[in-house]
């Protein structure tokens, strides 16, 4: 895939309903270093895959088939595509974000369930909250090491990338030494994206959300939270977001040492 096929995936996008922006296919493009596919029968495009690999593991995403060429074996020719290029790179593991109807697929592939992320949208009602910094400075090799404690990878290409988007809007909780949380937004197409957060416990976590909040208090959100985190999602339901989606988590290969209860909202189902 190249610039040129934005408007493409940007077609798909809309007719899946999902919230990615020109902005996105962009990122998308630049991280996944020529490992964005475009599937073409007959000379026209049809569907869209995109990888990414940080470190060890890879990151499946963007699987989009066009409604008039679906249940023709598309979705699964981009899939081994897209692992066969992973592992070519050197992925022990592979992840992704499975909507319902994607997840019997991946599990005939043999990806494995490892835990559910609710999406909540709404309006925030906002709260009570102090300010937090914005922008990562010389905050980003501290937000990285807190970032891979809370995942289990290495996505420091992904978090610099949205840290040079004038859009992502980072905030962070300061500590005096390592920060003990952050959290970027996003314009989407719809709704502007909650995520990724990641925090050192459940009152810095909350701060972060009441910050963001009462930023985005009259805007549309949207927010994928790991079902673990209870505490996360307790936030959302006060805030009188709704659940609007399931999307399973699922893996192929060597499990990853994440710590899902520090992980207050993904990145969105891209790049977890």
Not at 79 to 87: F, P
């Amino acid at each position: 895939m190249t610039a040129a096929d934005i408007p493409f995936g940007m077609r798909l996008k809309t007719e899946a309903g999902w919230n990615q922006t020109e902005a996105d296919w962009r990122r998308f493009l630049a991280l996944s270093q020529g490992g964005t596919l475009v599937a073409e029968r007959d000379g026209a495009a049809v569907g869209t895959v995109a990888t990414f690999l940080f470190g060890p593991i890879g990151w499946v995403a963007m699987l989009l088939v066009g409604k008039r060429w679906r249940h023709q074996g598309i979705g699964g020719s981009l899939l081994q595509c897209a692992v066969a290029l992973l592992k070519d790179r050197g992925a022990s593991t592979i992840r992704l974000d499975a909507t319902p109807l994607g997840r019997p697929m991946y599990a005939d592939f043999g990806f494995q369930a490892e835990y559910d992320l609710w999406r909540f949208e709404g309006t925030p009602r906002g709260a009570a909250a102090e300010e937090m910094a914005t922008g990562l400075g010389r905050d980003l090799d501290r937000v990285c090491r807190l970032d891979r404690q809370v995942t289990g990878t290495d996505r420091r290409a992904l978090l610099a990338a949205l840290a040079g988007e004038q859009s992502a809007s980072p905030l962070i909780a300061a500590t005096t030494g390592d920060p003990a949380g952050y959290l970027f937004t996003r314009p989407g197409s719809r709704a502007v994206q909650i995520g990724p957060a990641a925090a050192r416990d459940a009152a810095t976590g909350a701060r972060l959300l009441n910050a963001v909040a009462n930023r985005l208090a009259a805007a549309t959100v949207l927010i994928d939270i790991p079902e673990p985190n209870a505490a996360a999602t307790r936030w959302a339901e006060k805030q009188g977001l709704v659940r609007q989606r399931v999307l399973t988590r699922m893996r192929l290969g060597q499990p990853v040492n994440d710590r899902v209860e520090m992980l207050w909202a993904s990145s969105g189902p891209e790049k977890g």
